[in-house]
């Protein structure tokens, strides 16, 4: 078994590093190479995983609007999830700062724009912190539907110059936030030469603005392995998280984007289990 999973099982067995479902959180140093490659629904730990969690489950975030299962269902267990990534990413961030996080994938189609959205959901309701979330997917945009907005400027014009980052920050607000709102920073325009952009001393300096004035800073960005750009944004961070869509996400992808983000940027793996199969129930 890799070493990825090594990791992801001793946090299972580690009371109080995992949530009882699809989210874990790995220091650094557990991020070793692996020794072999092999597929994920290979591996006999994610059944005895699923056996024991009801892990996101497709028919439990179908729609786009459960996708802010957080936002809407504060007490549910996905949400529940999400705080306990949060809380071990705060434990980390006691040995050094993390305010700039990186939501990152092989793939596409993952989870990492839901991730993105429901960490730094459950990050703004903590604390009263100033959480922004940020849509580094300068391509395939899809924060602001998500959430339902419909910017008129975002992180395009801020780099270019077109447009303030107040004009393109803009809040959510709802229930659950208790009078306090999510920020985000959505993408509007898309340009021609978005992984120049987000290499730009520009969008460097953006970054260090936006972690001096937010006490969390979420990026969302597009998979890993087809683009630069991911790698682009970790390397303005202080860390990453890394989802890894159960059951599906070949192992040999997962090794590689951890090799092209380098895997000790990454702080913490959200594995999101949505398309679990009918073989997962027939271990009941
Ligand atoms: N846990 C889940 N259960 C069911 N559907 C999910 C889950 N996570 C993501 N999805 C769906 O999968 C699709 C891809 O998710 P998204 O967050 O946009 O991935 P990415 O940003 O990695 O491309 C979306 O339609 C989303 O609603
Ligand atoms: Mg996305």
Redesign the pocket.
């Known amino acids: 078994m890799g070493k990825v999973y090594d990791a992801l099982r001793r946090a299972e067995e580690s009371r109080g590093r995992m949530a009882p479902g699809g989210v874990a959180a790995a220091p650094a140093a557990d991020w070793a190479p692996a020794a072999e490659v092999e597929k994920v629904r290979r591996v006999p730990f994610w059944k005895r995983w699923f056996q024991r969690t009801a892990v996101?489950?497709?028919e439990?975030?179908?729609s786009?609007n459960k996708?802010r299962i957080a936002l809407l269902q504060p007490d549910s267990f996905v949400a529940e999830q999400y705080r306990t990534l949060r809380t071990r990413l705060e434990s980390l961030a006691a040995q050094r700062p993390i305010r700039t996080l990186a939501v990152v994938?092989a793939l596409?189609?993952?989870?990492?724009?839901?991730?993105a959205i429901n960490l730094a959901i459950v990050s703004e309701m903590h604390l009263d912190r100033r959480v922004l979330l940020v849509d580094c997917d300068l391509r395939k945009p899809?924060v602001h539907r998500t959430l339902g907005i419909t910017p008129t400027a975002g992180l395009a014009e801020v780099l270019l110059g077109q447009a303030s980052v107040d004009q393109a920050i803009y809040k959510v607000t709802g229930p659950s936030f208790e009078g306090g709102a999510l920020e985000v920073l959505p993408v509007h325009a898309m340009p021609p030469n978005p992984s120049e952009l987000l290499a730009s001393a520009k969008m460097k300096a953006l970054i260090e603005e936006l972690a001096r004035r937010y006490d969390v800073v979420i990026l969302?960005t597009p998979?890993a392995l087809s683009l630069p750009d991911a790698k682009t944004v970790t390397e303005l961070t202080d860390g990453a998280v890394m989802?890894v869509r159960a059951d599906t996400t070949p192992e040999s992808d997962v090794q590689t984007a951890l090799d092209l983000i380098d895997r000790r940027r990454v702080l913490g793996v959200v594995l999101?289990?949505?398309a679990v199969d009918q073989t997962y129930y027939s271990y009941r």
Not at 108 to 115: Q, W
């Open positions: 996101l489950r497709e439990e975030a179908t786009a996708r994938s596409p189609g993952e989870g990492k724009t839901s991730a899809k969302d998979a989802v999101n289990g949505s």
